[in-house]
């Protein structure tokens, strides 16, 4: 598979029938919302775990140079907490560029954090079979990688601990990604 995803996502989801669609985000779309939105609230994804498996050619890394991001995998018996935004669907336009680097959306449902209930909505995946997925590596080899890259979007260091504030303020105990946030402030690339 290409790890240009654009053209994949638009052909196998058309979405301009709908009025609004409900988009989950768990790693830079949780606290870089560079994009309109018509309300957003924290959600929790079932059977999934974050981790920073994913390479990154465009953002916080180059084609040469990957940087390392998150993706979700699957995990049954895990869950894992986000931001859930209500977008209108031309919206995807610049979210399908954002995510090309190997991230397909599809629907599933989500649940609210702060209260009872459920959505069905749109998440974004790079799946083991992308060609910018680098796959699984030690927390202290994942900072050392993230330490060293930096992209278009800035040091590979500031997504990282952005996402770890993010997750802070939304309660979540992500021990991976904590874990990685301690080797790289070890390393002294804290903010
Ligand atoms: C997401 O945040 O939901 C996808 C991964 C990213 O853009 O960082």
Not at 38 to 44: F, I, M, V
Not at 88 to 97: K, M, N, Q, R, S
Not at 173 to 184: G, K, M, P, S
Request: proline share 5%; charged share 25%; net charge negative.
């Amino acid at each position: 598979m290409s790890h240009n995803t654009i053209e994949e996502n638009q052909r196998a989801q058309p979405l301009n029938h709908l009025s609004s669609v409900w988009l989950f985000g768990y790693g830079s779309l949780i606290y870089k919302a560079d994009f309109p939105y018509l309300q957003r609230r924290p959600a929790r994804i079932h059977g999934w775990q974050r981790r920073f498996w994913q390479g990154s050619h465009d953002h916080r890394g180059t084609p040469e140079k990957p940087g390392r991001v998150a993706t979700l995998i699957e995990a049954p018996e895990k869950s894992c907490a986000g931001m859930a935004y209500e977008v209108t669907p031309d919206v995807f336009a610049h979210l399908d560029h954002r995510e090309k680097n190997g991230y397909l959306r599809f629907f599933t449902e989500f649940e609210w954090l702060n209260s009872s209930g459920s959505v069905e909505g749109l998440v974004y995946v790079a799946g083991p079979n992308n060609e910018a997925f680098l796959g699984e590596a030690s927390e202290a080899e994942i900072a050392a990688h993230i330490a060293r890259s930096e992209g278009p979007s800035g040091p590979n260091s500031e997504y990282l601990l952005n996402l770890a504030a993010a997750l802070r303020e939304l309660d979540e105990q992500d021990e991976h990604v904590f874990a990685i946030e301690r080797e790289l402030l070890a390393l002294g690339l804290g903010t």
